[in-house]
């Protein structure tokens, strides 16, 4: 796997919490890791992969899943290998947090879905779960409480309210203690309410 990865923050190997950044597409690495001067992650080394050509996969996440083959399972295994090296370096999975904006979102959740643990927590602004429909068979493992926030728009031009609702049903099926914010027109972006409920929920934790 050759996927590029940015980092900042705390250097990996002196650092006891890391931070997964996930961008959107045809978004950047480097536009992701903007968005952590917002954040109380101070203490965190901060790890960003970047897509080929700027996406992760290249259809809609509510697309047939094959048709963003192979583009989707490589992007899956290029998380799992960040989560490896980061492992690799002494940080255990409840250490490890996962943050991602719209497709970056999605893949976050669907990532974590996968493989469900007791992660430090996942903010997702604007994301679901993956696929023509939810495919709970795909899905396994306990998040035992780990904080998810998902933040969203209604109506979101690319990901529907109704798949937030379902991704969060599946979510605290496996476990995780979710929080969902539907926000009134806010358009495809990221507020400064989605960023103050991520820092309360996940990122100031103790």
Not at 64 to 69: A, H, K
Not at 118 to 125: E, L
Request: net charge negative.
């Amino acid at each position: 796997m050759n996927t590029e990865i940015l980092t900042d923050g705390v250097p990996l190997n002196e650092a006891k919490k890391a931070l997964i950044m996930i961008h959107g597409r045809g978004a950047s690495a480097h536009d992701i890791l903007s968005i952590a001067r917002h954040l109380k992650v101070d203490d965190f080394a901060l790890v960003a992969p970047q897509a080929e050509n700027r996406t992760w996969y290249p259809y809609s996440f509510l697309a047939p899943l094959n048709e963003n083959e192979p583009s989707f399972s490589k992007s899956l295994e290029a998380i799992h290998q960040v989560v490896v090296a980061i492992q690799q370096n002494g940080i255990e999975k409840e250490n490890i947090y996962f943050l991602g904006f719209s497709q970056g979102a999605c893949l976050a959740l669907e990532f974590t879905a996968r493989n469900a643990a007791k992660y430090g927590g996942v903010a997702a602004f604007t994301g679901g779960l993956i696929g023509d429909k939810v495919y709970e068979n795909h899905y396994n493992g306990n998040f035992e409480n780990t904080p998810i926030f998902i933040g969203t728009s209604d109506p979101d031009f690319h990901v529907p309210v109704e798949r937030v609702n379902e991704s969060e049903a599946v979510l605290q099926k496996l476990g995780a203690d979710v929080t969902k914010k539907i926000y009134p027109n806010m358009g495809h972006t990221i507020s400064q309410d989605e960023v103050n409920c991520a820092n309360a929920l996940i990122f100031n934790k103790k």
